[in-house]
């Protein structure tokens, strides 16, 4: 079993910046690659980014340049900072673990990017 929480959402006007954290905790050794996903009301779930235990990242390409994934390895957190934030970038934010048995979820955070 593995345990994700995130933090770190809220408002911000376009332009702005957020850092939103991940926490794990419980099996994480099974863990191959974490990732951030996100749903805006009405679309279905996207993934925006994800990191490899490898190390190795990949951004869709609506966050190319903005977004940076990151590890903190002695804290068990994934990092995602969101430069340079668009309105079309509000959604609910949830944090992915990867497993051969498969995916867990965190709660979800909420981003909201408005003047």
């Known amino acids: 079993q593995v345990q994700l929480v995130e933090s770190g959402g809220g408002l911000v006007q376009p332009g702005g910046s957020l850092r939103l954290s991940c926490a794990a905790s419980?099996?994480?050794?099974?863990?191959?690659?974490m990732g951030w996903y996100r749903q805006a009301p009405g679309k279905q779930r996207e993934s925006v980014a994800v990191?490899?235990?490898?190390?190795?990242?990949n951004y869709v390409d609506s966050v190319k340049g903005r977004f940076t994934i990151s590890r903190d390895n002695a804290k068990n957190t994934v990092l995602l900072q969101m430069n340079s934030l668009k309105p079309e970038d509000t959604a609910v934010y949830y944090c992915?673990?990867?497993?051969?048995?498969?995916?867990?979820w965190g709660q979800g955070t909420q981003v909201t990017v408005s003047s």
């Open positions: 419980g099996s994480l050794v099974s863990i191959y690659a």
């Open positions: 992915n673990g990867k497993t051969f048995g498969g995916d867990y």
């Open positions: 990191i490899t235990v490898g190390g190795i990242t």
